[in-house]
C-alpha cells in the first residue's frame, strides 16, 4: 500500500536554530498538506498546495515558517528561528486532487524545541 | 467558542459496551464532516465520512444533526482495539476537533 513519506521522525533542537522538514507524498496525490498537532490537541492545517501552487497559508506563521513544493512532487516546511512553542508534531497528508476524503497522512516528525 | 469542539473524555468503558461521542461546530454552513481514529503517537486516519443521511460501517454508525450543529459517533460491542482518540473533522476547511479518548477494557 502506498504511503507518505516523511523524515526525519524525530528532531530535537535549540531555540533560534533552524529546522526543516522533508515530505514525498503518495504518488499521483497532486494536494499536499502540512499540519501541526500540539499534544493534547487535533491537528491545525498549516499550508495546503495543489501542485506547486499554494492553495491556503492562512494559518502558517509567515514570520517563521515557510513551506514550498518546487516541483509539484515532494514538500519541505521549515521554521526559522525555532521557539520553545514550536514543539510538536508535523503531519504531511495528501490527497487526489482536491479530494480532502481521500487525505492520507505521514508518520509526522515529532519536534521538541529545547 | 471553538469551531469544532469535542469532550476530551478520557470515556473508559468495558469491552461489549456501547459509546457514543458528539462532535459541535459553529459554521452553521459546513457541509460535510469526517471521523478520524488516532492511535497513541501515530497518525490520524480516515474512519469514516459523515452522511446527512447517516452512514454505517460494521460496529460504527455516525450520524449529523444540522439544526443543532454536531454529528455524532456511535460504537457498538466495543472491543480493545477501539481504543484511541477519535477526532471530528469539519472538511470544508479541514477543522479538526481535538479528540476524544476512549479506553476499552476487558
Known amino acids: 500500500e502506498a504511503e507518505v513519506a516523511q523524515s526525519p521522525r524525530y528532531k530535537i533542537t535549540e531555540k533560534s536554530q533552524a529546522v526543516a522538514f522533508w515530505c514525498d507524498p503518495i504518488s499521483g496525490h497532486a494536494t499536499l498538506y502540512w499540519y501541526r498537532q500540539i499534544l493534547g490537541q487535533g491537528p491545525e492545517l498549516l499550508v495546503q498546495f495543489q501542485d506547486e501552487s499554494v492553495v491556503d497559508d492562512s494559518q502558517l506563521p509567515k514570520d517563521r515558517f515557510s513551506a514550498e513544493r518546487l516541483k509539484g512532487v515532494d514538500s519541505t516546511l521549515k521554521i526559522q528561528p525555532a521557539e520553545l512553542g514550536d514543539s510538536a508534531m508535523y503531519l504531511c497528508?495528501?490527497?487526489?486532487?482536491?479530494?480532502?476524503?481521500?487525505?492520507?497522512f505521514g508518520p509526522g516528525t515529532r519536534l521538541t524545541v529545547l | 467558542r471553538k469551531e469544532v469542539e469535542q469532550d476530551p473524555g478520557p470515556f473508559n468503558v468495558p469491552e461489549g459496551a456501547t459509546v457514543a461521542f458528539n462532535c459541535t461546530y459553529s459554521?452553521?454552513?459546513?457541509?460535510?464532516f469526517f471521523w478520524y481514529r488516532q492511535d497513541c503517537r501515530k497518525e490520524p486516519k480516515l474512519l469514516m465520512s459523515v452522511y446527512s443521511s447517516g452512514n454505517e460501517d460494521g460496529r460504527f454508525t455516525a450520524q449529523l444533526n444540522r439544526a443543532s450543529q454536531y454529528i455524532s459517533l456511535l460504537i457498538r460491542d466495543s472491543k480493545l482495539s477501539d481504543s484511541a482518540t477519535y477526532l471530528c473533522v469539519v472538511k470544508d476547511d479541514m477543522r479538526f476537533g481535538a479528540g476524544t479518548r476512549l479506553t476499552v477494557k476487558p
Open positions: 459554521n452553521s454552513a459546513s457541509q460535510s
Open positions: 497528508a495528501s490527497s487526489l486532487a482536491g479530494r480532502t476524503d481521500t487525505q492520507y
